[in-house]
T-cell receptor, first 114, second 109 residues
């Protein structure tokens, strides 16, 4: 069964450093998403991406964040200058259609900012 | 309302019993809803979805009920098994997906 994959599974970084989280969505999906889940809290929407551009973004997704689909398979989330409060699980998800279709999540990347 | 922090509501059920997990959603314009299962250290796993033009949908051992009048969603799991132990949360879609805080289901032997 096709699945969303994410690398690395765990990223440790120093405050102020840049990190890039990588995702490979399901191959025939067209809509891509990044979510964040701080330990013990609910999943929070960051950004949605379609047709090589951002569709929607939340208040969390400020200028420190950017997304990119550098080739036909990868979807990346970059945090330019990490802060302690960026420590969380970051999930990538993809869907075949917009909104009202089932959304499949990757296993997540645990980001720890020291 | 929202629940923020480390303490999730917990539902404990005996193995073999039915489980009912509830979710209150916030946006009356939401037209699509999903239930997810999240095991420790893993990403959310799609269980079942329902559109706002329906009030009930059944899957394998799971049923989702939607009451738009009171903005309430429930997930029923029949014959609960130890492997069902996880955090379950709902997501609503209006303009974007918004997730509920979740309920921890513990299945007792």
């Amino acid at each position: 069964e096709p699945e969303v994959t994410q690398t690395p599974s765990h990223q440790v970084t120093q405050m102020g450093q840049e990190v890039i989280l990588r995702c490979v969505p399901i191959s025939n999906h067209l809509y891509f998403y990044w979510y964040r889940q701080i330990l013990g809290q609910k999943v929070e929407f960051l950004v949605s991406f379609y047709n090589n551009e951002i569709s929607e973004k939340s208040e969390i997704f400020d200028d420190q964040f950017s997304v990119e689909r550098p080739d036909g398979s990868n979807f990346t989330l970059k945090i330019r200058s990490t802060k302690l409060e960026d420590s969380a699980m970051y999930f990538c998800a993809s869907t075949s259609g917009n909104g009202g279709t089932s959304q499949y999540f990757g296993p997540g990347t645990r980001l720890t900012v020291l | 309302g929202e629940s923020v922090g480390l303490h999730l509501p917990t539902l404990s059920v005996q193995e073999g019993d039915n489980s009912i997990i509830n979710c209150a959603y916030s946006n009356s314009a939401s037209d699509y809803f999903i239930w997810y299962k999240q095991e420790s250290g893993k990403g959310p796993q799609f269980i079942i979805d329902i559109r706002s033009n329906m009030d009930k949908r059944q899957g394998q051992r799971v049923t989702v009920l939607l009451n738009k009048t009171v903005k309430h969603l429930s997930l029923q799991i029949a014959a609960t098994q130890p492997g069902d132990s996880a955090v379950y949360f709902c997501a609503e879609y209006g303009q974007n997906f918004v997730f509920g805080p979740g309920t921890r289901l513990s299945v007792l032997p």
